[in-house]
């Protein structure tokens, strides 16, 4: 899953191939233990052997916390478990920003962890390589099944034969179960159940064309144990010639500089030359397919935007943070600039707009992308409305307490210091995917459903084969979960500058 990674502001919260945002925070509330006096429940003095490193945790909440005056108005009763303890410190005012907290989202962008178990990003993982999002029925709540949304060249769900669209309806003959979503995800060698299926026209009353879904294959594939794969964030790059324009198309699944961390650029080598090549190839457009990608490190953010950009705007501000009020008179905002034109030459596009396509993980520094670009030129967002997640966290450890501490610690702003996307982009089309799911074509295909959108608003013609699609639920009476349980959750912007390392160096043991 990748090296631990120290040192940085972390815009979200999850691990690219780990648990959900919400299973995070079911995480949390489990351990929740009430407070006694005295421990009289704390046979192995757990809680007193907290209570140091819970004195530890408050001085830092109080001090990094974007919204430490609530950490601040807390009467701490250090005699819990670390875990209870740093809940109890973070705001779930709907005014804050510290995860969502409103109808049917209840979970934190903070959290904490024990040494040793860091939260990887992208990188050398171990998997069956294939990204789903998971269905369960409606009365028992039962998972039982899992859509395929796309798969890793070379993987052993490649091998399989495995490909976008499919439903895996079981796992050696037995359904996928309540939570055990990690079956479809990684294991040993196992037999999955399959089905594909599709739109077929069943009739035509007044002009109006009636459609049904139709299952165009049903059976078994073997698939090789879990392996260890070097998952690199570019999924696909290519150039599409329609409508007489070369369109430059990348589909970019997380802002990650290198499978070892912030010191490794084999990634972001990997996405100058995809731009490289496109400035070769002289394209007109350019669709940046985003709607899988959750966030990652504000660097390899920062260069995506500066290979994009106009060349006007290398150099210029690309955004701004903010930190709590005590660090802002400190600090004031803190700045940070596109690369200068020097060192873009040889892969800037000098765009002046950009489609951006986007879907129910697209957050953090995805959306980073579109606040910090839009000052410039037109961002056009195809799909459906964005996490909204505006702000981010520092790292913070101590190894005599074997803890890190990923608090909210800042909020970013673009150029014209706008941070208005608390509650997501909302698309200028909405496009959803997952509720035509007869069109979970081949991601780069002309005929895929965002492509299509996005195709035609590029050439400003009519939308090719839209089709009147069924209002009912999905095949066979599943219903879609949500996206907050999908083990892709909400992972962020990562910052590593000076400002990171001189408050790290004065706040962590």
Known sequence: MGKKKTLFFVYGDMGRWCISVLSCCLLMISCTKDPVDGNPGDPDGTYTADAAANQWIYSQMATQYLYNDYTKSIKPNY?????????????????????????DKNYFYSYMERTG???????????????????????????VSAR????????????????????????????????????VESGGAAKLQIERMALRQIDTIDGFEIYDYETTYKGTVAIEAAESMDVSPILMDTVINYGGKKIGYLVYNE?????????????????????????????DELILDMRYNPGGYVSSCQLLCSMIAPRSALGDVFCYRKMNEDLDRIYGMVEMDFLNEGEM???NLDLDRLFVLSGVYTASASEL?????????????????????????????????GITLHPIYSQAFNKNKKSDYSKGFIPDEEVDEIKNQDQLLPLGDSKELLMRYALARITNTPVPGTKSLPTTSVPSGKEWMGKNQSRRGVQGMIFTDSLTLDIKAKTAE
Request: glycine letters at 10%; one cysteine or more; proline letters at 3%.
């Open 345 to 347: 030459a040889p892969y």
């Open 148 to 183: 395929v949304l796309f798969v890793v060249d070379g993987s052993p769900a490649d091998r399989a034969g495995i490909r976008r669209g499919d439903w895996i309806v079981g796992v050696d003959g037995l359904p996928i179960g309540a939570n055990q979503t990690s079956v």
């Open 255 to 283: 802002f990650n500089t290198g499978p070892s961390g912030v010191s490794d650029v084999t990634y972001d080598n990997q996405l100058k030359e995809v731009f490289a090549s496109f400035q070769q190839e002289k394209i």
């Open 79 to 103: 005699n819990q478990t670390c875990e209870v303890f740093f809940s109890q410190l973070l705001s779930r005012d709907t005014t804050d920003n510290d995860g969502k907290h409103t109808g």
């Open 117 to 143: 178990q860091t939260k990887a990003t992208s990188g050398i993982v171990s998997e069956y390589g294939m990204e789903c999002v998971y269905y369960y029925t409606g009365v028992s709540r039962q998972y």
């Open 369 to 401: 992308v579109i606040n910090s670009l839009r000052p410039y030129m037109n961002v056009y967002l195809i799909g459906t409305q964005t996490e909204g997640k505006n702000v981010g966290s520092i790292e913070i450890s101590s190894s005599a307490y």
